[in-house]
């Protein structure tokens, strides 16, 4: 399959990396597809890369066939509504769930908004992935590869290449590896040095 005619598209839970990970693979040459409304802030000094319209997937694919050989970001628990016309490669972001959610928790204090009690995020998002990769394991249509968040940050090359050769091999590793920055991984769990 020519990866061109494939839609990419990067996932995960919010605050998991995905962003990073969006500015990786446009460092490395990919065309991103993003409307910019979300402008960087404190949370993501860097950008978002997110496209407002990837959200209402539910009720509108008509926007997905311009995505072939471009990648998009979408928020793991939409992933369910992807059409199983296109062919896709997803590239889903992995982060342990007490750093994911110190950091959601750290952006809706700065917004004033009040976060759900820890243990039932916790839950329902253990309970969201252990679900979601049982049905990503049956869809034929889509090939996954998972990037832990930590191993981006402490080996950035190593994922850059892992990526590079899931996406066919023409990606600037380099130009991804120097879109990393380290000191941008906050809210990192006791004992988790890089």
């Known amino acids: 399959m020519n ?3 494939e839609i990419t598209i990067v996932s ?21 597809v993003t409307d910019h409304i979300r402008a960087a802030d404190v949370d993501n000094p860097r950008g978002y890369l997110e496209f407002e319209t990837a959200k209402r997937i ?33 590239i889903f972001m992995r982060r342990d769930l007490d750093e994911v ?20 995020i916790a839950g329902a998002f253990s309970l969201h992935l252990k679900k979601l990769f049982v049905w990503l394991a049956e869809q034929e249509n889509i090939q996954l590869l998972r990037i832990d968040y930590r191993d981006v940050v402490a ?5 850059a290449e892992k990526v590079n050769d899931f996406l066919g091999g023409t990606l600037a590793i380099d130009a991804m590896t ?6 941008l991984y906050r809210n990192r769990k006791s004992g988790a040095g890089v």
Do not use: C
Not at 12 to 32: C, D, K, N, W, Y
Not at 101 to 120: G, T
Not at 155 to 159: F, K, L, M, P, T
Not at 178 to 183: C, F, G, R
């Open 58 to 90: 539910e009720k509108d694919t008509s926007w997905l066939p311009g995505t072939r050989g471009k990648v998009f970001k979408m928020v793991s628990q939409l992933l369910y509504h992807l059409p199983p016309t296109e062919r896709y490669r997803i």
């Open 3 to 5: 990866i061109d005619s």
């Open 12 to 32: 995960g839970l919010p605050r998991s990396g995905t962003s990073l990970m969006m500015q990786m693979l446009h460092a490395g040459g990919m065309e991103v």
């Open 101 to 120: 959610l110190a950091s959601q928790e750290k952006m809706l204090a700065r917004r004033n908004a009040a976060a759900a009690p820890r243990q039932d």
């Open 155 to 159: 080996d950035a090359s190593g994922a």
């Open 178 to 183: 120097e879109a990393v920055d380290p000191s």
